[in-house]
């Protein structure tokens, strides 16, 4: 069965890097792994999304490891407005139809 | 306005009554989706649709029913509503299967 793994909560303080792990098990081949961002009240909003080794733009990073059962996203430096609910979305491609599967979330908190 | 819109924002209804949930988006973005999340949790699949008048179950299906007659429109149908659908709707688009998702802001139901 797909399953999407993140943890709950992390703590960081500004200026630092926060890297967030996935775990994906049974992702398939052509699968892509996606992050979202979502602050209280609102959508969740795209960060970042990857299919393997690394992923860079303006806001995040995403590496994807070879055997592709995991993934981390690193938000480099910081800040308090960073304070937001980042989620992995994996698309599992299957003959019946796609499988959208988020994973539960992990809440950010960016002290000063 | 361009964009993804969802109405109403805010909906208190009582068990055993019908309740649709309007999304509108004017991007002409082929899949649609509606999630559900629960107050602390994370997203929630409903249902999705790839084009107009072509849908699919998500992970919580039950209870819900959908349409797509017009590409930009995706009504969400409770045929009637239980205390346990009570929950922030989202409606979300997306171009392509590789792409970013969308997310509307969100509908706020509360079934009594």
């Known amino acids: 069965l797909a399953k999407t793994t993140q943890p709950i909560s992390m703590d960081s303080y500004e200026g630092q890097e926060v890297n967030i792990t996935c775990s994906h098990n049974?992702?398939?081949?052509?699968?892509?792994i996606t992050w979202y961002q979502q602050f209280p009240s609102q959508g969740p909003r795209f960060i970042i999304q990857?299919?393997?080794t690394k992923v860079t733009n303006e806001v995040a990073s995403l590496f994807i490891p070879a055997d592709r059962k995991s993934s981390t996203l690193s938000l480099p430096r910081v800040s308090l407005s960073d304070t937001a609910v980042y989620y992995c979305?994996?698309?599992?491609?299957?003959?019946?139809?796609?499988?959208?599967?988020f994973g539960g979330g992990t809440r950010v908190l960016v002290k000063p | 306005d361009a964009g993804i819109t969802q109405s109403p924002r805010y909906k208190i209804t009582e068990t055993g009554r019908q309740v649709t949930l309007m999304c509108h988006q004017t991007?002409?973005?082929?899949?649609m989706f509606w999630y559900r999340q629960d107050l602390g949790h994370g997203l929630r699949l409903i249902y999705y649709?790839?084009?107009?008048?072509?849908?699919d179950k998500g992970e919580v299906p039950d209870g819900y029913v959908v349409s797509r007659s017009k590409t930009e429109n995706f009504p969400l149908t409770l045929e009637s509503a239980t205390r346990s659908q009570t929950s922030v709707y989202f409606c979300?688009?997306?171009?392509?299967?590789?792409?970013?998702?969308?997310f509307g802001p969100g509908t706020r139901l509360t079934v009594l």
């Open positions: 979300a688009s997306r171009q392509d299967n590789l792409r970013e998702q969308f």
């Open positions: 049974n992702i398939a081949t052509n699968d892509y």
């Open positions: 990857g299919y393997k």
């Open positions: 979305l994996v698309v599992f491609y299957k003959a019946a139809g796609n499988k959208l599967t």
């Open positions: 991007w002409s973005h082929s899949y």
């Open positions: 649709s790839a084009a107009a008048d072509i849908t």
